[in-house]
């Protein structure tokens, strides 16, 4: 299987023993996002139509925002596009982007997963969310620390949602954050990444 084969959470839930719960993990504030993102986000919505196409929203709604977080942790930490990752013939498949542990071995070399993001194509939520809880339990796999959060991200590029596994619990965020909102919204990401980033370091 791979993990697009994974339709809904439950599948997920069921075929690994993961419980669901919903949550409020994230602890963030508004962050004013950088001014040359501001005017790319305003330059791309006047002179394109960036919910056209499912690449539409990836290149200018969703990558640019996990761009800029991610810069600040690039020394020790990777970020991946569109790279293959498996545990086993069961959990294996390419997730959209995800962040690691950069590996000691070089750049080519993929280190322990921490953040695995999907994009919810045609905005199907219960779809994103089934193969991102499995692309969460593979990481967790990979990395052999059960107690080691992972988290995920699911966006359709204008509703961005977010989850975590630790141990066999998945808890999702009960707030939902827009592109409309951009401040808001980049604060969360930013503090995903400053979450995971602060359990990897002792890894790194």
Not at 20 to 28: A, D, H, K, L
Not at 64 to 73: D, Q, R, S, V
Not at 80 to 105: A, H, M, N, Q
Request: net charge negative; glycine share 8%.
């Amino acid at each position: 299987m791979a993990f697009s084969d994974f339709k809904t959470v439950h599948e997920v839930l069921e075929n690994f023993k993961v419980t669901f719960t919903w949550g409020n993990f994230i602890e963030s504030e508004e962050s004013t996002p950088p001014g040359h993102l501001l005017h790319d986000f305003e330059f791309a919505q006047e002179h394109i139509d960036v919910f056209a196409s499912e690449s539409a929203r990836c290149h200018a709604l969703i990558y640019p925002i996990l761009w800029e977080c991610y810069k600040a942790y690039a020394k020790d930490y990777a970020l991946w596009i569109g790279k293959s990752i498996t545990y086993d013939e069961t959990l294996t498949g390419t997730p959209d982007y995800f962040v690691s542990i950069r590996s000691e071995l070089g750049i080519p070399v993929v280190g322990m997963p921490l953040i695995l993001f999907v994009e919810a194509k045609r905005n199907d939520f219960v779809l994103g969310w089934g193969q991102c809880l499995a692309e969460m339990v593979a990481a967790q796999k990979i990395n052999d620390d059960a107690a080691f959060p992972v988290y995920g991200i699911v966006s359709d590029g204008e509703q961005w949602q977010f989850g975590r596994l630790v141990g066999d619990v998945y808890t999702r965020d009960r707030t939902r954050y827009t592109v409309d909102d951009l401040p808001r919204l980049f604060g969360a990401v930013e503090a995903v990444f400053r979450s995971a980033m602060a359990n990897g370091d002792g890894r790194a």
